[in-house]
């Protein structure tokens, strides 16, 4: 990685903030934020903020508001390219930075005026807490030296008397870290944050809806203060005013004190299940309680173990001094019904923009696929297979742009159940992850144990595999028209959100040729033992799901021609 990251900046007809955001946070924060120019973008003189975990679940909805509110903001990030289909990514500057590597954070963050600190180890195994602790010293002294005028940072909430799981404990220290850097520093102290696609929530929505009876640890009845996700990036945006002599802690937290079994009876009733019977036990422990929601729900045990470790202590706001700086919305802070209620929507609209699964699994390959078969790396292993298919280009690509998550693989649906769960029993995220949308996709998004890593639509997906493997693995799906080509016809370029126009009536000229490729890279002799006993099944499994995916997408164009004009 270059010691200076590369730095692109905001295309001339990038979105609008209210492209971006019809309902801004920033609109409640007036006086506050600086507040866009006339032509809804933010001003040339605006303030410059520097955003890291721009990839995460907080961070991934943080950049649009604080474009709303009039910050220009500077994404930081180790590889940009996952940034790519992003809203908001022409609007934004791009700087590719590790925030563990003193020269490349420091470059990163030169010239901004804030910097935000939205990075931690959750779920990343051993030694978590020295990783955190190294990258709070090396940002805390990369945001000095380059001139910052303040670092917020969002932690945990925790009680200040008491012995804290490991988690807890390393968020409070690089609190304390960044507070001993010299910079003003703001950090806000969250419990339990409530939104579509966040950890907590669907640790909760999946024990809720998939266990009408449970036996639960008797600390399930301690006290929690849970927020709603848009009053903490209300309470991140406003932090960014805030003036140079407050350098603090914050605990911020919505108006309802609840125990965590008083969460699961509202989430049934907001969800209109029936009331679930709740029985206490005193000997389910955070270690086995993390892997029974691991079971149950889609958070693996690596993540749901700190969030349950949490849930030991009672964790309710012992202040509320961030109102002097960030003063409550005149309609108060989001209840916990109502918190329910918009999250819920949002997941029945498929309108969640981002989840806990946004970034990455740690320890999952990263590489792209290499271009060139015969790389330094050693040869790559192919079953490649290509069919006519009679339907159009684009009823074949909203086939294959929904594969995944509730809609399956097309394919042997046991096998890849079984291989699922075989990831999962290694520690790997198996099929629970899901997909974000169900239509549509963006590089970066998981899907199941796969993460996208190209897309170009109407024209290319390529999925690179998180599950664990003894190698590397990608599998790619393209579209071959036989007529017009994706370009002649207005598609978007490579790596946009979503293609200009691949409706039928734009676009539908069969027959059209659907490429398959799975690509295998073996680590060692285990990777070579392990392609070779996979192979024989190949014909099941990816035959199979070329077969049923153009089976698909001539149904759906029979469909279509058959509609009356």
């Not at 006290?223 to 140079?244: E, H, K, N, T």
């Not at 993390?290 to 969030?307: C, D, E, K, N």
């Not at 819920?344 to 999952?364: H, K």
């Not at 040729?513 to 190949?538: D, E, I």
Request: with cysteine.
């Amino acid at each position: 990685m270059p010691q200076d990251p590369a730095v692109t900046s905001p295309s001339a007809d990038a979105p609008t903030a209210d492209d971006l955001l019809p309902e801004p946070v920033a609109r409640s924060l007036p006086g506050i934020v600086p507040g866009v120019g006339p032509d809804g973008r933010p001003r040339p003189d605006a303030p410059l903020v520097a955003v890291t975990g721009v990839t995460g679940y907080v961070g991934g909805r943080l950049v649009p508001e604080l474009l709303a509110a009039g910050y220009r903001v500077r994404a930081i990030a180790r590889r940009p390219e996952r940034l790519r289909g992003r809203p908001w990514y022409d609007a934004v500057e791009v700087a590719q930075a590790d925030a563990a590597e003193p020269e490349q954070i420091r470059a990163a963050l030169e010239g901004t005026d804030v910097a935000y600190y939205l990075i931690h180890s959750l779920g990343s195994g051993r030694r978590f807490e020295q990783r955190d602790r190294h990258t709070a010293l090396v940002f805390g002294a990369a945001a000095r030296e380059a001139g910052v005028g303040r670092v917020i940072y969002l932690g945990g909430l925790s009680p200040d008397t008491e012995e804290l799981s490991p988690h807890l404990a390393s968020r409070k220290e690089v609190g304390e870290i960044l507070l001993a850097s010299g910079v003003p520093t703001t950090v806000l102290r969250a419990a339990i944050i409530l939104g579509s696609g966040s950890a907590s929530f669907e640790m909760m929505r999946y024990l809720t809806e998939r266990l009408p009876a449970m036996t639960v640890p008797k600390w399930l009845d301690n006290r929690i203060q849970p927020i709603a996700v848009r009053d903490v990036l209300r309470y991140l945006v406003g932090s960014a005013s805030m003036p140079p002599e407050v350098s603090r802690e914050f605990d911020i937290g919505g108006p309802d004190v609840l125990t965590y079994r008083d969460m699961m009876q509202g989430y049934a009733k907001a969800a209109g299940l029936p009331r679930r019977i709740i029985v206490k036990v005193p000997v389910l422990t955070p270690r086995l309680s993390s892997h029974w929601v691991g079971l149950v729900t889609p958070v693996p045990s690596g993540i749901a173990r700190p969030l349950v470790e949490s849930l030991v202590h009672e964790v309710v706001c012992d202040e509320h001094d961030i109102a002097q700086y960030v003063p409550d919305p005149p309609e108060g802070l989001i209840s916990f019904p109502r918190a329910l209620q918009l999250a819920l929507a949002r997941i029945r609209e498929a309108d969640v923009t981002t989840r806990w699964s946004s970034a990455g699994v740690p320890g999952a390959p990263s590489e792209p696929l290499p271009s060139d078969p015969d790389w330094a790396g050693g040869s790559l292993y192919q079953d490649a297979r290509s069919v006519e298919v009679d339907a159009s280009p684009a009823a074949l690509w909203r086939v294959l742009e929904s594969v995944g998550g509730e809609r399956g693989w097309y394919s042997w649906s046991l096998a890849w159940r079984v291989r699922g769960l075989m990831d999962r029993v290694v520690g790997g995220p198996g099929l629970r992850r899901g997909r974000r949308d169900p239509r549509r996709l963006v590089v970066d998004d998981a899907v199941d144990f796969w993460r996208v890593e190209e897309v170009q639509p109407g024209r290319l997906l390529r999925l690179r595999a998180e599950m664990r493997l003894p190698g590397l693995a990608w599998l790619e799906l393209r579209v071959e028209p036989d007529g017009d080509t994706p370009e002649e016809q207005g598609s978007a370029g490579p790596g946009s959100a979503r293609p200009a126009d691949v409706s039928p009536e734009r676009w539908t000229t069969p027959p059209t040729r659907f490429a398959q490729r799975a690509v295998f890279h073996p680590h060692g002799l285990l990777g070579q033992l392990y392609w070779w006993s996979v192979y024989p099944f190949h014909g099941v499994v990816f035959g199979g799901m070329q077969r049923n995916i153009a089976r698909a997408a001539e149904t759906a164009e029979r469909s279509r021609r058959d509609l009356p004009r």
